[in-house]
């Protein structure tokens, strides 16, 4: 008998016809397909047809036992994990039951929920270790076919080791042993770049990634050095590729015209030329951010301790820059010490601000520069690409901006109009009609629905604001949210959102529907002293329980100022409110910190959720997050889920909760009762 709810299939293998029901009826509530079988030859005999991903077996049988079973099993299928049944406190089994090739065991008699958590944690692992071996598999195969090799340099003993076949790649009789040897294979401004380089990643920590030329006579090769030093500041190690091919002499001319000589960044008229062929080709929603960014006071820093070190610090900066920013990105260096970089915005225009400030945080660390710590400050300009804009016009704002700043603290950032995509005329106009938009009831509110990982239950929902435009159509919260709150008018809308969202859920209610239903604040409404009475009041008018709704707020927003958005929150949680902290993980706050909240539910930012698939860095955030959650009783939800795929990886992370354009967009009211009653009946 099978059944075939959920991807994951199960096998259970017992004789006893009574526990093996109650095996089965137990996994399948929890949405596995499971089969069964009677004995160890029925289980071979179903594992050669069908793909099972996790086998129960018991330990004794007729016809053949379980420990029998096993090893051919494994032969079938390598990866698949076992878990025996065995006896209560049977040691013997038990081993015997390793010795065999199972992954795990329990003891009878069976405790389900035990059971549960078992079979969900070797699914989990083998998952993982699976995942694993493919990236261990194509990593070997990338090595091989890109012709790749190894290298490390000890810079305290000055020792240096290669990977076994380097010397055939490089054409060498033999490697160098010391770095002193390396005289013997680069020229002096060779050697005396390397050099420098090799100072900078140990003196900043950053990776190293950078061209030199091996040989001295005719036959030069071009060698591309990638390393980093992420387990011991002295011990540099990474990879080489040969890239003699690429870089024929036209190659190297038009190379050197389009780089930087001292870090090895493009120059502007490269970069302009990439921006130019990224906008043109890009989808007309997304939005490129470009940045100018400046050392201030890097003359006193040259005149204090000499051009060289100045250079020094210029090609530390260009590293750190290099390796904080996101995977996808333009750097290049425009003048002395102003670097330009482009990238694509992740996240709301709104959030542009508070965005490049997380990214841009590791330049506010203390650089150690010839034996001192050196303090840096930096003034930044930003623009934003609207579509049809070209490269150049949008560095020039960029340029513009940022020669507004006032300096102020390590880092200061301008963007290049208060609002971003309006011209002034156009700006006058939407205020108007912002106005008069409460009067003429254009807004509205969708719910987007989030869906339990555990059981598929939606019993919860976003609102997200709208605004039906009489002429410019429908207008989402980017476009008029920034407006309202330079209008003052965005506690008046606060207020419109909580009463909109409370009729809604009273009205779900009503018709049997148990939703909760999140609202988002503004800071402006956040920073309010007299916000909590007020939310009652108006929850008292609309008869509606304060349970029924989420307050879901930034990080960032709570830790402006930690002393009111604690009292704030506490004073929510105590009349009833769930607290939601929104878009986590974009900011700067320390998990610690965010535990003095009392909140419920913390909402992995979509950034993350993108990443899932490549980005091991996410998935690393990722999990640290779920272990947080696990930890501290606080569910866990992921938003912009998109694929089926992003799903997977984040149930096998640990994620409680999701929210995306997988299960849904954000919706009306009718539409959303809809879907519930579509997923109802399936
Ligand atoms: P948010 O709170 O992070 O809301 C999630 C945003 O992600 C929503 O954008 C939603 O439509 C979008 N989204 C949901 N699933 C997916 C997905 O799978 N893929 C992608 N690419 N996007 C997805 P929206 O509705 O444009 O809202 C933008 C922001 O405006 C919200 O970000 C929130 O900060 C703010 N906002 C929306 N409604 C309100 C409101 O009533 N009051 C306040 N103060 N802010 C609001
Ligand atoms: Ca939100
Ligand atoms: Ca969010």
Request: net charge negative; aromatic share 6%.
């Amino acid at each position: 008998m099978t059944s075939e709810k959920s991807g994951l299939s199960l096998l259970v293998v017992d004789d006893e016809p009574m526990l093996r029901t109650l095996l089965v009826r137990g996994l399948q509530s929890q949405g596995y397909a499971v089969s069964e079988a009677e004995n160890g030859e029925q289980a071979l005999a179903f594992s050669r047809d069908h793909n099972f991903h996790l086998v129960l077996m018991d330990v004794s049988m007729p016809v053949m036992d379980g420990f029998t079973a096993c090893q051919p099993l494994h032969a079938i299928r390598p990866q698949l994990p076992i878990i025996m049944l065995t006896g209560h406190d049977d040691i013997e089994s038990v081993n015997a039951a390793f010795n065999a090739g199972a992954t795990d065991f329990i003891s009878k008699p069976i405790n389900l929920p035990l059971l549960n958590q078992r079979v969900r944690y070797a699914l989990r692992a083998t998952f993982q270790a699976n995942e694993l071996n493919r990236a261990y598999h194509d990593q070997n195969t990338a090595c091989r076919l890109a012709r790749l090799g190894f290298w490390r340099i000890n810079m305290h003993t000055g020792d240096l080791q290669f990977s076994a076949d380097a010397h055939e790649l490089l054409g060498l009789d033999c490697l160098p042993e010391k770095r002193s040897d390396l005289a013997d294979l680069l020229t002096t401004e060779q050697l005396h770049k390397l050099t420098m380089m090799l100072q900078a990643a140990v003196s900043s920590g950053s990776t190293l990634d950078t061209e030199v030329q091996l040989g001295k006579g005719k036959t030069i090769r071009h060698l591309r050095l990638m390393a980093d030093n992420a387990l011991d500041p002295l011990v540099i190690s990474g990879a080489f590729q040969d890239i003699t091919e690429q870089r024929s002499k036209d190659q190297q001319i038009a190379y050197l015209a389009e780089h930087d000589n001292l870090t090895g960044l493009a120059k502007r008229r490269l970069f302009i030329s990439q921006l130019e062929q990224i906008l043109s080709t890009c989808e007309t929603e997304d939005v490129w951010v470009v940045v100018a960014l400046d050392i201030a006071r890097m003359q006193r820093i040259n005149d204090a301790l000499g051009s060289e070190a100045g250079d020094q610090l210029l090609i530390m900066v260009a590293q750190k820059l290099a390796d904080t920013l996101p995977k996808e990105h333009l750097l290049a260096r425009l003048e002395a010490d102003c670097f330009i970089f482009a990238s694509l915005l992740p996240v709301d225009i709104a959030r542009t601000q508070n965005w490049l400030a997380a990214q841009l945080k590791p330049l506010e660390e203390t650089w150690q520069l010839q034996r001192q710590m050196v303090s840096l400050n930096f003034k930044g300009g930003f623009a934003l690409s609207e579509p049809g804009i070209r490269a150049d016009a949008l560095l020039q704002q960029a340029v513009r901006a940022k020669a507004q700043v006032t300096p102020g603290g390590r880092l200061s950032l301008m963007s290049d109009q208060g609002l971003v995509g309006q011209d002034g005329a156009g700006l006058l106009a939407l205020e108007e009609d912002l106005r008069l938009a409460f009067d003429r009831n254009e807004f509205f509110l969708l719910y987007q629905p989030q869906e339990s990982l555990a059981d598929g239950c939606i019993s919860s929902v976003e609102a997200l604001a709208r605004w039906q435009h009489p002429d410019r159509g429908l207008l989402g919260p980017d476009r008029f949210i920034p407006l309202l709150e330079s209008m003052g008018l965005m506690t008046e809308f606060g207020d419109w959102v909580l009463r909109t969202a409370s009729r809604q859920a009273l009205a779900w209610a009503s018709e049997g529907l148990h939703m909760v239903v999140a609202i988002n604040l503004s800071a402006t409404q956040f920073n309010d002293h007299d916000l909590v009475s007020r939310m009652l009041t108006l929850c008292a008018e609309e008869n509606c329980s304060p349970t029924l709704l989420e307050v879901e707020i930034t990080e960032s927003m709570a830790m402006t100022n930690p002393t009111l958005a604690l009292s704030h929150l506490q004073a929510l949680k105590q009349e009833g409110f769930r607290i939601a902290i929104d878009d986590f993980g974009v900011g700067y706050s320390s998990m610690e910190y965010l535990l003095q909240f009392p909140h419920d539910v913390l909402k992995i930012d979509r950034t993350f959720v993108t990443g899932i698939t490549d980005s091991k860095g996410s998935r690393a955030i990722i999990r640290a997050i779920t272990s947080f959650c696990e930890s501290t009783g606080i569910a866990c939800l992921a938003e912009g889920v998109e694929t089926e795929r992003q799903r997977d990886y984040l149930d096998a992370l640990g994620v409680d909760f999701i929210q995306g354009y997988l299960l849904a967009r954000p919706l009306l009211p009718a539409d959303l009762v809809n879907l519930l009653a579509s997923r109802r009946s399936l």
